[in-house]
């Protein structure tokens, strides 16, 4: 089994920051790419941020300039750095992994997700 460990929402004013942490853990050869979502009730998941396994990294326009996706691959952990926080970024984040496991082969797995609430 493979699980994905979400950390670091909360509650934050406008202008402020966060750093959202996701641990992947279990049956686990390898870690492809990774990503950052975001969803609002009744509205689709969207993509926020991916990272692929070599540290390729793309965000959609609206974080482009106050985000920053990035991974530490010995504890199989990605990052989502939230500068200058705004009230329309507040969502339930989750991540997602596309993993190798030994047991299970090619998985793709998310995160529980965690809340950012930012306050006007």
């Known amino acids: 089994q493979v699980q994905l460990v979400e950390s670091g929402g909360g509650l934050v004013q406008a202008g402020g920051s966060l750093t959202l942490s996701c641990a992947a853990s279990?049956?686990?050869?390898?870690?492809?790419?990774m990503g950052w979502y975001r969803q609002a009730p009744g509205r689709q998941r969207e993509v926020v941020a991916a990272?692929?396994?070599?540290?390729?990294?793309n965000l959609v326009d609206s974080v482009k300039d106050r985000f920053t996706i990035s991974r530490d691959n010995a504890k199989n952990t990605e990052y989502l750095r939230m500068n200058s926080l705004k009230p329309e970024d507040t969502d339930v984040y989750y991540c997602?992994?596309?993993?190798?496991?030994?047991?299970?082969?090619?998985?793709?797995?998310w995160g529980q997700g965690t809340l950012v609430t930012v306050s006007s």
């Open positions: 279990g049956s686990i050869s390898s870690v492809k790419t």
């Open positions: 990272i692929t396994g070599d540290g390729m990294t």
């Open positions: 997602k992994a596309n993993v190798v496991s030994p047991l299970l082969g090619f998985v793709e797995v």
